[in-house]
T-cell receptor, first 114, second 115 residues
């Protein structure tokens, strides 16, 4: 079982719609959760992080965490063509020798068409 | 702003060469990481370091070594480059220290081709 799994996509939504990206993780003791955006040919950039159950909103982005279900999601409201990228989910177990290490999903490619 | 600098954006080397990829950060971060990224395989951790002269193997350390002589610099070494090491290499540092809850910040990446 992979540490972090994402719906493989690709995901295609029209401009203005809500894009929903999902991620599950295997280690119930995981502590912190991150969403990165990666444009083609570029390096990943952090867009959201969440540590507690519930929702966290930042502009058009909302991260949702459900530790009981081992599930984290990213919602992008009012999607724009500039949101077209690959979105990476990352999880930190935050203990022992894994301190600071992130486990990444393989990413979901999102296309927002005008 | 965190600045993570990788020495080259593009690099072409020959099979059998010893290749050095350099990564420098300017924020006194303790933890640094080297990944490779390949289509369909995602980001895979090669090595990481949590202090000067300290290193830990990641998931795919074979064929690689690392060096951390100074806190700000973390080098990835391909001992004898092979074509299957053609990839995008990404360096990252841990923002905010070693508490473990902090995100990593990535450099721009080095696209390495081994001919």
């Amino acid at each position: 079982q992979k540490e972090v799994e994402q719906n493989s996509g690709p995901l295609s939504v029209p401009e203005g719609a809500i894009a929903s990206l999902n991620c599950t993780y295997s280690d119930r003791g995981s502590q912190s959760f991150f969403w990165y955006r990666q444009y083609s040919g570029k390096s990943p950039e952090l867009i959201m992080f969440i540590y507690s159950n519930g929702d966290k909103e930042d502009g058009r982005f909302t991260a949702q965490l459900n530790k009981a279900s081992q599930y984290v999601s990213l919602l992008i409201r009012d999607s724009q063509p500039s949101d077209s990228a690959t979105y990476l989910c990352a999880v930190n177990k935050n203990r022992g020798s894994t301190l600071g290490r992130l486990y990444f999903g393989r990413g979901t490619q999102l296309t927002v068409w005008p | 702003d965190v600045k993570v600098t990788q020495s080259s954006r593009y690099l072409v080397k020959r099979t059998g060469e010893k290749v050095f990829l350099e990564c420098v950060q300017d924020m006194d971060h303790e933890n640094m990481f080297w990944y490779r990224q390949d289509p369909g395989l995602g980001l895979r951790l090669i090595y990481f370091s949590y202090d000067v002269k300290m290193k830990e193997k990641g998931d795919i350390p074979e064929g690689y070594s690392v060096s951390r002589e100074k806190k700000e610099r973390f080098s990835l070494i391909l001992e004898s480059a092979s074509t299957n090491q053609t990839s995008m290499y990404l360096c990252a540092t841990l923002v905010g220290g070693a508490e473990g809850n902090q995100p990593q910040h990535f450099g721009d990446g080095t696209r390495l081709s081994i001919l």
